[in-house]
C-alpha cells in the first residue's frame, strides 16, 4: 500500500504567517491527492482536491500544489481561525490513506 | 441539503457486537459512494473503507478487512459499520462521510461527512 508522509507533525506561526505543509507519497499518486481542516472537536471539512482544485466556500488564502509525489497546502497568510490539524489524503486507489497530520498553532 | 446523519454514541463491553449507522438525505443517496473514518482519541484519520449503495460494491482497507462490516439499506437511505466483537481498542470516533462526485471504485474524496459515532469498548 502507499505511504502519506506529513511534515511538520507541527508548527506554530505567527498571524500573517505564509505556511507551507508537504506530503509526500511513497508511490506516484499523479494529483489524486486532497487536503481537509480538522478543528479541535470538529469534523473533518475539505479543502482541496485534485491537488490543488479548492473546494466551494474555502477561503482562497489555502492554495494546493503537486503532482506525482510530493505535494504542499500553503496558507498564505494564517488566521486565527485556521487553528487545527490539516490531513492530506490520497485517492488513487484504495486503500484511500491519510497522513499522520500537522498541527497549526499560533506563536 | 445534503446531510449525513450517525446513530448515537455508544458504551459496549469487549465481546459485544454493535452496528453503528449514516442515514444520507438532501441528495440521490445510491449514487455517491460512502466512506468510514476511524480516529482514535487524540490520533489521526484512518481510512476504513467505503460502499456504493446503488449495489453494495464495498472495499476495505487491509487494515480493517475481517475486523468491520460495511453495509447499506438504500431502501432507507442508511450506511452502516459494525463489529461482531468489540475489542478495547476499538475505542475510537467513527465518521461517515460521503464522496465527492462521481468516482470509480470510490476513489474519491470526501466532501460532506458525518457528525461522528462515538464508541466506547471498556469493561
Known amino acids: 500500500d502507499i505511504q502519506m508522509t506529513q511534515s511538520p507533525s507541527s508548527l506554530s506561526a505567527s498571524v500573517g504567517d505564509r505556511v507551507t505543509i508537504t506530503c509526500r507519497a511513497s508511490q506516484g499518486i499523479v494529483n489524486y491527492l486532497a487536503w481537509y481542516q480538522q478543528k479541535p472537536g470538529k469534523v473533518p471539512k475539505l479543502l482541496i482536491y485534485?491537488?490543488?482544485t479548492l473546494q466551494s466556500g474555502v477561503p482562497s488564502r489555502f492554495s494546493g500544489s503537486g503532482s506525482g509525489t510530493d505535494f504542499t497546502l500553503t496558507i498564505s497568510s494564517l488566521q486565527p481561525e485556521d487553528v487545527a490539524t490539516y490531513y492530506c489524503q490520497k485517492y488513487s486507489s484504495a486503500p484511500l490513506t491519510f497522513g499522520g497530520g500537522t498541527k497549526v498553532e499560533i506563536k | 441539503e445534503v446531510q449525513l446523519v450517525q446513530s448515537g454514541a455508544e458504551v459496549k463491553k469487549p465481546g459485544e457486537s454493535l452496528k453503528i449507522s449514516c442515514k444520507g438525505s438532501g441528495y440521490s443517496f445510491t449514487s455517491y459512494w460512502i466512506g468510514w473514518v476511524r480516529q482514535m482519541p487524540g490520533k489521526g484519520l484512518e481510512w476504513m473503507g467505503i460502499?456504493?449503495?446503488?449495489?453494495?460494491?464495498?472495499r476495505y482497507s487491509p487494515s480493517f478487512q475481517g475486523q468491520v462490516t460495511i453495509s447499506a439499506d438504500k431502501s432507507i437511505n442508511t450506511a452502516y459499520l459494525q463489529w461482531s466483537s468489540l475489542k478495547a481498542s476499538d475505542t475510537a470516533m467513527y465518521y461517515c462521510a460521503r464522496a465527492l462526485g462521481y468516482c470509480s471504485g470510490g476513489r474519491c474524496p470526501s466532501d460532506y461527512w458525518g457528525q461522528g459515532t462515538l464508541v466506547t469498548v471498556s469493561s
Open positions: 485534485a491537488a490543488s
Open positions: 460502499i456504493y449503495p446503488g449495489d453494495s460494491d464495498t
